[in-house]
């Protein structure tokens, strides 16, 4: 008698609290964690006002998420007894109410990503609109980390800065990321300095030829995590070939109206030189001397010579006044001489002076040609390298179990070489037993030798 009397005083207590505060609406759980796939059940619990009441309705829906930004409905119920479901939830979402336990329940099948958001019980009573009409839990839908996809943002050249990012496309809870570097002998390095990590992005700064290597991502959170890898090679900064094409069409115009110019200079200087030789040495016409004529009354004392001039014979004394011509004429002829050899030499230095400014043109022109073919060989040995280093590094990339394996047919190389060298030596020892062999054979051929020798003797 005494248990049912505190009983009517708690319920009339309700009662009273219920009608003083207006209608209180509570969710069984703050959150529920479910895997993708599975089925889940969630409870509201409602304390109405008044405890008869002509109209209830109860509404499900689930709060717009940071994803898609839209709110979903789920479904309403009456209680009359009509349940409206929403459209997208057709034959997956169902709600039941027990109007007397004042509770109501939404299932819901197989449950995605969608469904991971805040879900909200809101419950309608005409005249009861004070109090809490509606409450909230947390459904978090576990999905363990996909594969994520590992990126290089920008240039990876000496000197730039670049980023590493890796995301995976599903999660929940959000997962968390991690990167570790390798080098190409699969042993874990240190980042470079001043290398940043934050939510997945993996920031390089002044990437160099040592940033190179091996880098991991993992995805993890509390369902399961993934991995993805990339190989992250630094190439020299890439060369820009119409720029160089440009300079060398230059480079070689220059090159070619410089000859030009040196030939024209060369031509012109040529012309010069064969126009002043000509002022400087004219023709000269050399004569044979007449005969010495005699006059019509045979005197021997009026001569004609005719050289260049027309000289008359003097009446006194001719032979010395032919002795003094001969004598100028020799010394005309030797200061001539001299003059034109002195006009030869003069030619000769410097046509010698113009050989060996030509040979300097040309010693010249040679050298520029050869510092040409350097700076092209220079050019052509660096786009070599390039390539080289390129079909290095893409020889390089595999995966760790392919290193594995080079290291175990190298090592069994070394075995090999090992064995080999164990045959090589054995063979070594059965030579030096045969030469041993064919030494002591000598030693007794000397000896029967030297016993026929003294048998004669």
Known sequence: MTNWKLMFCSLCLISVMSASFGLDVT???????????????????????????????????????????????????????????????????????????????????????????????????????????????????????????????????????????????????????????????????????????????????????????????????????????????????????????????????????????????????????????????????????PPVENTEDGNTDNMVISEDRTYKAGIDDPKNHYDDRRGSRDDLNEGGRNEFRDRYDDRRDRYDDRKGSRDDLRDHYDDRRDRYDDRRGSRDDLRDRYDDRRDRYDDRRGSRDDLRDRYDERRGSRDDLRDRYDERRGSRDDLRDRYDERRGSRDDLRDRYDDQRDRYR
């Open 27 to 289: 969710m069984s759980q703050a959150t529920i964690e479910v895997a993708r796939g599975d089925d889940v059940t969630l409870t509201c619990n409602y304390r109405p006002k008044n405890q008869v009441n002509s109209l209830i309705i109860i509404t499900w829906t689930g709060d717009a998420d940071e994803t898609s930004g839209q709110k979903v409905i789920f479904g309403n119920y009456y209680s009359h007894g009509k349940v409206d479901i929403g459209p997208d939830y057709q034959g997956k979402a169902s709600i039941e109410t027990d109007l007397d336990a004042k509770s109501s329940k939404l299932t819901l099948k197989e449950v995605t990503l969608k469904e991971s958001r805040t879900i909200r019980c809101f419950i309608q009573i005409p005249g009861d609109i004070e109090g809490r009409t509606s409450d909230t839990t947390f459904l978090l839908v576990q999905v363990a980390p996909s594969k994520p996809v590992c990126k290089v943002v920008g240039t990876a050249e000496y000197g730039h800065n670049i980023n590493l990012t890796c995301v995976s496309e599903e999660g929940s809870p959000t997962p968390t990321y991690n990167w570790e570097r390798y080098d190409f002998k699969d042993i874990l390095q240190a980042f470079p300095i001043k290398t940043t990590e934050k939510n997945g992005v993996l920031s390089l700064v002044n990437v160099s030829m040592e940033t190179s290597g091996y880098y991991i991502c993992q995805s993890t959170n509390t369902v399961g995590s993934a991995k993805c890898n990339m190989t992250l090679t630094v190439m020299p900064s890439s060369m820009n070939f119409a720029t160089i094409g440009i300079v060398a069409g230059c480079i070689i115009g220059a090159i070619v109206l410089i000859i030009i110019i040196i030939c024209c200079y060369r031509r012109r200087k040529q012309k010069q030189i064969s126009k002043d030789y000509e002022m400087e040495n004219p023709e000269v016409e050399y004569h044979d001397k």
